[in-house]
């Protein structure tokens, strides 16, 4: 089959797909991460992941991560943590990363919120914010597979029918939006195309 053919699809991706993820990656880990031989209490634990568009303008978007202080000096049960971030792209990689980052605590004490600061610019960055780093590759390839099953079999649409493989999907660029995730994929498939009815693909 030499039937080559490029497009470029455009998709969009629900934030709470995203969310789901993150949630896996880090929510139970505790910070910093015990190392072995190390005998070193942490300091918190991630309970729980938000994830959401930012009003403050494409590009943006607005992490909420739930923590349990473990440490005598701050402790207290649960804090939630607000992280304002920018993302970037590496085309390479096909990874999504948080390029820039802002980061707030809303607690009655003053003291408190800038001790939170310090740990989470100090201590907790390489663990949050350098897991958020989404492999954009590895969601695609599991789609991919479904894909290829179908076209395999021999997809049929109005009033023909596709037969082939789908080779890359690569993605070119990425916009987070208040609502949510664009991309811009790159699709490359060999297709065959079995017309079956010319009167399904006549405009009415």
Do not use: C, H, W
Not at 40 to 65: C, W
Not at 99 to 122: C, D, G, W
Not at 181 to 188: A, G
């Amino acid at each position: 089959m030499e039937n080559l053919v490029k497009i470029q699809v455009p998709v969009s991706i629900a934030y709470p797909v995203l969310e789901s993820l993150l949630k896996k990656q880090l929510v139970g880990e505790f910070i910093p991460k015990p190392k072995e031989g190390v005998e070193e209490s942490p300091y918190a634990q991630i309970l729980d992941i938000g994830l959401t568009g930012s009003s403050s303008g494409v590009g943006n978007i607005f992490l909420k991560v739930r923590i349990r202080i473990l440490r005598t000096i701050l402790k207290r049960d649960q804090v939630d943590l607000y992280v304002q971030a920018a993302l970037g792209y590496d085309n390479t990689s096909q990874e999504v990363y948080v390029r820039q980052f802002r980061m707030e605590s809303q607690t009655s004490s003053r003291f408190y919120n800038s001790s939170l600061e310090v740990l989470v610019n100090k201590v907790a960055y390489n663990q949050i914010i350098q897991k958020t780093r989404v492999n954009l590759q590895d969601i695609i390839e599991a789609e991919l597979k479904k894909a290829n099953g179908s076209l395999e079999k021999g997809l049929e649409l109005k009033g023909l029918k596709l037969t082939g493989v789908v080779e890359e999907v690569r993605v070119q660029d990425i916009l987070p939006k208040p609502n949510r995730m664009f991309l811009n994929l790159e699709v490359q498939a060999k297709v065959e195309v079995d017309v079956f009815d010319l009167g399904e693909l006549m405009p009415v």
